[in-house]
């Protein structure tokens, strides 16, 4: 079964990448400071997440820094015990 | 708390941030009606210079045209400079109405209302008829007031990658459980010049029961055979529930918009769009430019004709001569040059062959994806575009990109 990272990292490339686009992106990628996610698409992430774990991300916490990077949700989703 | 120094500095710091960065906009006065040439003075203040416009959305040449001054004049003389209210206390004049079912006519729909612009319109109408229970899937690249109007909307909202229908049906199949369900597209996409898949997105709709808005602003007037816009050219005429489009474009150029569509959302806008119930009626003289505007291109497709002639010859001589364009069917072509500052460098290069057009880059467009978008009008003449293409040749050689691929260009100039 694949980690929660690469689950994560998985749906983020599906999600965002257009089919000719070939960015590298890795766990500590910039999304949303590296232009990959703006912060209007930024929304199906957190659906995702929510729905994935089926747990709610509070506005307040679903912050441009805390999805910035594949890790950084990682650390976020640990705060809803959510680990590996 | 009084504007101290320590306030002004917190915006100072922000605007020279701007500054280092490059994205800083500055404006250049024409100092002469809006047309395919035009007197510039840029820096304000410098010695004026003629250029060919190719960034204005002037595209059927309506904006000075002397049919729609006249009767902009006359509209002046028979209804007043303004309403001094609010449309639903004393600012509806019978032109409002009557521009209004021109509209409805025009676009094949079945009501419309005027809002200031097509900003208010697509600022407004999501929040008079959404609500928390249902969800609104946009396409990626929508237009900003579609991003804020929905930002205003209590209902969910979700995206698909650009005119990906796979990725739209697999939304749509997400939102099943939602009360409504409402797919939201630019009809004419402004930075990249492509056409919405609005057949497929019908299609889409019907099957997954789902209402469909788009904005056609940069479509009304000369997209589709008779210029009724995106969904004439995709045979969807009566098919979209809603759209929203602009007086402000090919239909005069001055100002105003609407959203036109199924009679119970426009009746619902009435009673609860905010930018419509709070900001002032659209200026008779307004009103009556835009009714000769309608006229003028129900009568003839002589317009839109030649717009559709001219962004050809436009689009095979960039092609021809080896730049990279996006390609399309609209008036808009974008000239790729993917590095910001060769998109700076070459805007600059061309106003000083006598060219006016803009460099777009990151965050108006994607990393990576800076361009020079170009806009055609059917006020050019052969010769404007004549010129314009040779300016751009001789820069493109200064740079030396023509005939190169988007790999080269990358690796000689960067992302």
Known sequence: MASIKDTILQYVKNEYL??????????????????????????????????????????????????????????????????? | MAYNSDVRKVYSDQLEDLKSQGIFKEERAICAPQDSEIEVEFPIGSEKKKVINMCANNYLGLSSHSEVVKAAHEGLDSR?????????????????????????????????????SCMDANAGVFEAILTEHDVMIADRLVHASIIDGMRLCKAQNDSYKHSDMAHLEEKL????????????????????????????????????????????????GYIGRTGRGTQEHCGVLGKIDIITTTLGKALGGA??????????????CRQKARPYLFSNTVAPVIV??????????????????????????????????GFIIK?????????????????????????????????????????????????????????????????????????????????????????
Not at chain 2, 105 to 112: A, I, M, S
Not at chain 2, 181 to 188: L, P, Q
Not at chain 2, 345 to 354: H, N, S, T
């Open chain 1, 18 to 84: 257009e089919t000719d686009d070939d960015r590298e992106i890795t766990y500590d990628t910039p999304l949303i400071s590296g232009g990959i996610v703006d912060s209007f698409s930024m929304v199906s992430l957190k659906v995702f997440l929510e729905t994935k774990f089926n747990i709610q991300i509070p506005d307040a916490k679903a912050s441009p820094e805390a999805f910035d990077s594949v890790n950084n949700i990682v650390n976020l989703l640990k705060e809803f015990s959510i680990k590996e």
């Open chain 2, 80 to 116: 007043g400079y303004g309403m001094s209210s609010v449309r639903f206390i004393c600012g509806t004049q019978d032109i409002h109405k009557e521009l209004e079912r021109k509209l409805t006519e025009f676009l094949g729909t079945e009501d419309t209302i005027l809002f200031p």
């Open chain 2, 173 to 220: 199949q997400l939102h099943q459980n939602k009360r409504l369900r409402m797919v939201i597209t630019d009809g004419a996409f402004s930075m990249d010049g492509d056409l919405a898949k609005l057949d497929k997105i019908v299609e889409l709709a019907e099957k997954y029961n789902a209402m469909v808005f788009i904005d056609d602003s940069h479509a009304s």
């Open chain 2, 255 to 268: 100002s105003g918009g609407c959203v036109s569509g199924r009679k119970e959302i426009v009746e619902m």
């Open chain 2, 288 to 321: 009556e430019g835009a009714l000769r505007v309608l006229e003028i291109i129900s009568r003839s497709t002589e317009r839109r004709d030649k717009l559709e002639e001219n962004t050809k010859f436009w689009r095979k001589g960039l092609t021809d001569a």
């Open chain 2, 327 to 415: 390609e399309g069917e609209t008036a808009i072509v974008p000239v790729m040059l993917f590095n910001a500052k060769l998109s700076q460098d070459v805007a600059k290069d061309l106003y000083a062959e006598g060219i006016y057009a803009v460099g777009f880059f990151f965050p108006v467009v994607p990393k990576g994806q800076a361009r020079i978008r170009t806009q055609l009008s059917a006020a050019h003449e052969r010769h404007h575009l004549e010129k314009a293409l040779a300016a751009f040749i001789k820069v493109g050689k200064k740079y030396d990109i023509l005939g190169k691929t988007k790999q080269e260009i990358i690796d000689k100039y960067g992302m």
